[in-house]
């Protein structure tokens, strides 16, 4: 065997990692819409979020389309629900559509007894207020485990309210406790036609996406073959973009949207904008369970000297994490296995953290939570998404996201206020030895992480959760 002929890791990572020269012109040819600066703003957390969503639905005149993975039978989901009703007697003219998941919406929460989940309340409004308005659920695969409605965004007239956030009484702040998110307001007509088009292209007409409002709901089994139908569309779908100029002033936004494992763009153009980077990356995930071609972007990256900031939660604020004062539940052993996967990730980078190259942010503020995702490359690229950037939201979810080119770096400033305050509440680990020891998890966590990594059930847990 001639032994020079072996793929390396260095030598594989080259092959799949395309030259940076072929990168740029690919990325500068994407259509986008030039949206000025000043009709771009950074929220200042989950309440201006939520005072800025009911502020926009107050003075809708034409369409409210909110796409997200669930509206919550709470106290937020109640005041949103009443604050679409109310709109829509204020202008009978005014359309109003509610997209999300179905198989998310027809069940109770993780922990709780069986119910009908949130789709009984959606048909309690109904019933007492008319039929003004449609809520409907997208179903993108035959069972929720196999991947869910993740896309992102409000339409309200021609305004876009985009956050990875969905919408109940934690994620919008209404009882003190929050589930941090990152929060925009876009106001650009064509980037909202954009978004709402594609929802009307792709589910309005879907017999696989069913009025939740409207008393009796198919079981999921009848749904098959439309669901099969949808999601071959969906794996072909794509926003309208048009090609225009960029003027003074303005910033390039293009909506992105993915949906599988292979043509995926969104997970296509969020590879080739880390492989392009020139000095810099901040990369926000929630769930500490990069996939694969993201880690190895990683660490070609940091091979050729780039910088590498990285925030997650701390175990303690992930949304699944129990305290040891409750009941342990199974999906309680989530945020010790993300753990764990960070733990492997900085011992195997431990020369860069010594450096000062790769920074690990571990964010905690109370007994609120952690749900940022996206990136900052080079001061001059942003991107929104709901993707958590793991295997789940690369391969099974339908998954969307707004690339902001600002070559004059006309938001730099906002994005690093946003990414300033976010340190507030965020400690840099130094080594993986900052981190628990596994040995000293909780007894039914250190019993389970045994049994699953016997059988190697850890590998399968981190692609579908």
């Known amino acids: 065997m001639n032994v020079s002929r072996l793929l390396t890791p260095r030598r594989l990572t080259r092959r799949l990692l395309p030259l940076r020269r072929f990168l740029r012109p690919q990325l500068n040819a994407l259509h986008a819409f030039a949206v000025p600066a000043d009709g771009i703003r950074v929220l200042d957390g989950p309440a201006a979020f939520r005072a800025a969503l009911l502020a926009s639905i107050a003075r809708a005149q034409r369409r409210i389309v909110i796409v997200a993975l669930y509206l919550q039978d709470d106290d937020v989901g109640r005041e949103v629900l009443d604050a679409l009703y109310a709109a829509k007697r204020a202008n009978p003219a005014l359309a109003v559509?509610?997209?999300?998941?179905w198989h998310r919406a027809r069940r109770g929460l993780i922990g709780h007894a069986d119910s009908d989940g949130n789709a009984a309340m959606y048909r309690q409004y109904a019933a007492r207020l008319g039929d003004g308005v449609a809520i409907h659920g997208v179903p993108v695969q035959?069972?929720?485990?196999?991947?869910?409605?993740?896309?992102?965004?409000?339409v309200i007239d021609d305004e876009v309210l985009y956050s990875g956030a969905s919408l109940n009484e934690v994620y919008l702040a209404r009882h003190g406790r929050y589930r941090l998110d990152r929060y925009h307001l876009l106001r650009h007509a064509?980037?909202?036609?954009?978004?709402?088009?594609f929802v009307h292209r792709h589910f309005k007409g879907s017999d696989a996406v069913i009025r939740l409002d409207r008393p009796p709901l198919p079981p999921t089994r009848e749904l098959q073959n439309p669901i099969r139908h949808l999601r071959r569309q969906l794996q072909r779908a794509h926003y309208q973009v048009p090609h225009e100029a960029l003027p003074d002033g303005a910033v390039a936004v293009t909506p992105l949207v993915g949906f599988?494992?292979?043509?995926?763009?969104?997970?296509?153009?969020l590879l080739a904008l880390l492989r392009d980077t020139r000095r810099r990356v901040v990369l926000f995930t929630p769930y500490f369970n990069l996939p694969r071609p993201v880690r190895a972007v990683l660490g070609h990256l940091l091979r050729r000297g780039c910088s590498i900031d990285i925030m997650v939660g701390d175990k303690t604020a992930n949304d699944f994490y129990i305290p040891p004062s409750e009941p342990f539940r199974k999906t309680g052993l989530l945020p010790y296995l993300y753990e764990s996967n960070l733990?492997?990730?900085?011992?195997?980078?431990?020369?860069?953290?010594?450096r000062g190259q790769l920074?690990?942010?571990l964010w905690r503020d109370g007994d609120n939570s952690y749900h940022l995702k996206g990136l900052l490359i080079d001061e001059e690229v942003a991107v929104l998404t709901g993707n958590n950037l793991n295997p789940r939201g690369w391969g099974l979810d339908l998954e969307n996201g707004l690339l902001l080119r600002d070559p004059a770096h006309l938001l730099t400033a906002r994005h690093e206020a946003e990414w300033a305050a976010l340190r507030r509440h965020a400690t840099?680990?130094?080594d993986y030895s900052a981190l628990d020891n596994p040995r000293h998890y909780p007894p039914q966590v250190r019993r389970l992480l045994r049994r699953l990594s016997r059988v190697r059930l850890d590998r399968l847990l981190n692609r579908l959760l």
């Open 97 to 101: 559509e509610i997209y999300v998941d």
């Open 142 to 154: 035959n069972r929720e485990v196999f991947g869910v409605l993740h896309l992102k965004g409000f």
């Open 190 to 197: 064509g980037l909202a036609d954009s978004l709402a088009g």
């Open 260 to 269: 599988g494992r292979t043509d995926n763009q969104l997970n296509d153009v």
């Open 343 to 354: 733990r492997r990730f900085l011992r195997l980078h431990r020369t860069h953290v010594m």
């Open 359 to 361: 920074n690990v942010w």
């Open 428 to 430: 840099r680990l130094d």
